[in-house]
């Protein structure tokens, strides 16, 4: 092959690679400008455990969408930012986090995960939900779940803790050790389900009443939480059944090792 032959395909070749770029280029250019004049024509949204838990509706995230990020319909889909709209909404009361993303027909597209709560607190009238990263956020009229309701002298700010977690510190500690009895409860079958409510007495005692059985279990404060079932446990398999139900009516296992009945 002759060194002019070889410097003509060279050539040819490059050649060849400049106009696959060239189209490349116009091809990806068109894309973009399509993209660029592409208007947001609706939302749709997704709640992906609706059939769960019934905290947030579409209407809440439609509102949430004008009220913390603004209008959407009419925009270029290229100017919609949709990690800002994510981290708001993945902010917003009981959504846990959210996917956003628009399709090539101009739709914007949320998808939904809620929180899990696992208590209800009640306290002065109001009504809060925390899951067990003891984020805490409002009841909603009309929606609700079935877990354990814990009302009385409850030391959390609901006002600082509105929405999202509780003040550091006390709060949080006392938050933290109530996720540790409350999911106790849930795992345990001689418990689970069994709890009516948790009154949480002004000097932090807490107080267990049962769906079935007239005793009230003093419980004392949110720790050594596994003793204090095991007493509990012993009380209802030696105690009742030697005295019958509802023979006491007071049973503290507040202390180490010991039941008192009353």
Not at 89 to 102: I, M, P, Q
Request: glycine content about 10%.
């Amino acid at each position: 092959m002759s060194r002019g032959t070889s410097a003509a395909r060279t050539a040819i070749g490059v050649s060849v690679a400049a106009v696959i770029l060239a189209c490349m280029a116009a091809a990806s250019g068109v894309s973009r400008a399509e993209r660029a004049q592409t208007l947001c024509s609706g939302i749709t949204i997704t709640i992906r455990d609706s059939s769960e838990n019934s905290f947030v509706s579409g209407e809440d995230i439609l509102e949430y969408i004008a009220s913390g990020y603004g209008k959407v319909e009419g925009v270029p889909i290229n100017d919609i930012d949709l990690k800002k709209m994510e981290d708001m909404l993945s902010s917003r009361s009981a959504v846990l986090k959210s996917e956003v993303y628009c399709t090539k027909d101009g739709l914007l597209n949320v998808s939904v995960v809620q929180r899990k709560p696992i208590m209800l607190l009640n306290k002065d009238g109001q009504g809060f939900y925390a899951d067990k990263s003891g984020y805490v956020f409002p009841v909603k009229p009309g929606r609700g779940s079935d877990v354990t309701v814990i009302e009385g002298s409850i030391p959390v700010d609901f006002a600082g803790a509105g929405n999202g977690m509780a003040a550091e510190g006390r709060e949080r500690e006392w938050l933290v050790q109530m996720t540790g009895v409350v999911e106790y409860i849930h795992r345990h079958r001689n418990w689970a389900g069994k709890i009516d409510l948790i009154h949480v007495r002004q000097n932090g005692d807490l107080v267990f009443t049962r769906k079935e059985g007239g005793e009230k279990f003093v419980f004392g404060k949110p720790v050594r939480t596994e003793e204090k079932f095991g007493l509990m446990d012993c009380y209802c398999s030696t105690i009742v059944p030697a005295k019958g139900e509802n023979f006491y009516k007071v049973v503290d296992v507040r202390f180490e090792g010991q039941i008192v009945c009353r």
